[in-house]
């Protein structure tokens, strides 16, 4: 491993860290993700207590994270492997964020945000099963652990050089989702427009 790809590592985790979350619920003077709604800083939970607006940043910036340094890696010739470290580092550093002590969201965009170099193909895809998957139960964990699972597959077929880094970044979000999977099984979880304090 070359310290260029030491330093493009910590660079995506240090990004990946910026909990846009949190920042955001700031400059709309709302609560704090972490301890209003379902205490998850990401952008479903801040959809519950601020709104669309303030979640679609969230949202956007969250990708980003994920998106500019598996870029960068891309450019620079590193190996399919190596960027899904990237990534990998990414999602790690949103959801063990260095700078607001290690509680971080659970990751979907910013993975999500990750894959997108590999081709809108991917994320079309993934997006559009997203929105579906919401749509029609109103689960968004349900929507991103389906979304991520179908990932693998899709990515054989669109740029299967990838298909190895690209299950390493589902196997991530679904270890992250494992709670969310035993309250979806219990009947238990909350849906998007559940207000309130509430599990996500």
Same mark, same amino acid.
């Given at each position: 491993?070359?310290? %260029?790809?030491?330093?493009? #590592?910590?660079?995506?985790?240090? %990004?990946?860290? /910026? ?6 619920? =700031?400059?709309? $003077?709302?609560? *704090? ?13 801040? !959809?519950?207590?601020?709104? =669309? %607006?303030? $979640?679609?940043?969230?949202? /956007? #910036? *969250? ?24 990534? %990998? $580092? @990414? ?6 964020? !260095? ?9 979907? +965009?910013?993975?999500?945000? +990750? ?9 079309s895809i993934l997006l559009t099963c997203w929105l579906v998957v919401i749509f029609i139960t109103g689960y968004s964990s349900l929507a @991103? ?15 299967? $050089? ?9 196997? !991530? ?23 309130? =304090?509430?599990?996500?």
């Amino acid at each position: 491993m070359t310290s %260029l790809s030491i330093l493009i #590592f910590c660079s995506a985790y240090l %990004l990946g860290s /910026i909990s846009s979350a949190v920042l955001i619920c =700031r400059l709309f $003077a709302l609560p *704090d993700p972490r301890n209003a709604g379902s205490n998850n800083p990401g952008a479903t939970n801040v !959809l519950r207590i601020g709104g =669309r %607006l303030p $979640a679609a940043l969230v949202f /956007i #910036f *969250d990708v980003l994270k994920g998106t500019l340094p598996v870029y960068v890696g891309y450019f620079l010739g590193m190996s399919p492997i190596t960027l899904g470290l990237v990534g %990998l $580092a @990414a999602c790690l550093g949103h959801i063990f964020p !260095l700078y607001f002590n290690f509680k971080g969201g659970k990751g979907v +965009a910013t993975a999500i945000g +990750a894959m997108l170099p590999l081709g809108w193909e991917l994320c079309s895809i993934l997006l559009t099963c997203w929105l579906v998957v919401i749509f029609i139960t109103g689960y968004s964990s349900l929507a @991103a652990i389906i979304s991520v699972s179908l990932a693998p597959i899709i990515t054989w077929f669109v740029k299967p $050089a990838y298909t190895i880094p690209v299950t390493m970044l589902c196997i !991530l979000i679904i270890v992250r989702h494992r709670q969310n999977i035993i309250r979806l099984l219990q009947g238990q979880e909350s849906k998007v427009w559940d207000k309130g =304090r509430t599990k996500e």
